[in-house]
Each structure stands twice: as C-alpha cells, then as structure tokens.
Nanobody
Framework: QVQLVESGGGLVQAGGSPKLSCAAS????????MGWFRQAPGKEREFVAY????????YYADSVKGRFTISRDNAKNALYLQMNALKPEDTAVYYC???????????????WGQGTQVTVSS
C-alpha cells in the first residue's frame, strides 16, 4: 500500500512555471508506476502524465505535451510535475496517482492523493 500527498499548488499567473510534488509513504514506492491527473470545475478527472516505475517512457496528454514534465526520485519516494507556460485552462485540482501496472486511465489507478489546487490567472 502507498499513501500519496501532493504539494506545490496555488495561484499562478499565466505563463508561470510551478512544480508540483507528490510525497509517497512506504518502502515499495519504486515498484509503482506513477501519474498525474487533474480535474477542473464541472469536468471529469482527466489524465495528465505517466511515468514507469524506473522513471522511463514518460507519456503525456496532448493538452500538456511540450509544456509539462513528469519525473520521479525513487530514493526520495517523490514524484514531480514541472509545469511550464501555464494557461488559464490548466486550472484544476491536480492528483498524484499510483498503480502496480501501467496507468491507462482512471480505472487503472490503485491509489490517489488528496489533490492540490492550481489556479492560473490570466
């Protein structure tokens, strides 16, 4: 089992570059594939980015490709999301996610963090 706690959200101006962090508990963090999802007001939760358990093969939603970078540090039990060139439409609650297998969608996630709000002002 793994517990996830996100941090790093807040109010950001358009074009800003905040970095989200996700701290994971447990000794088996390195065995989980990890991802980020987000949920905007009135919308369904959507996939943002994914990274394998060894930190390879990052995969991104088209809406963030080229602007966001997912990374992890297994020695620190940490997952990160570097967000660049933020747009108002990036405003959402961002969730850290963990899975024993590949993350292909919401149904493949085994564990969720509580989320961190990112609000982008224009």
């Amino acid at each position: 089992q793994v517990q996830l706690v996100e941090s790093g959200g807040g109010l950001v101006q358009a074009g800003g570059s905040p970095k989200l962090s996700c701290a994971a508990s447990g000794r088996t963090f390195g065995s989980y594939a990890m991802g980020w999802f987000r949920q905007a007001p009135g919308k369904e939760r959507e996939f943002v980015a994914y990274i394998t358990w060894i930190g390879g093969n990052p995969y991104y939603a088209d809406s963030v490709k080229g602007r966001f970078t997912i990374s992890r540090d297994n020695a620190k039990n940490a997952l990160y999301l570097q967000m660049n060139a933020l747009k108002p439409e990036d405003t959402a609650v961002y969730y850290c996610a963990a899975s024993r297998g590949r993350i292909t969608g919401i149904g493949s996630v085994g564990y969720w963090g509580q989320g961190t709000q990112v609000t982008v002002s224009s």
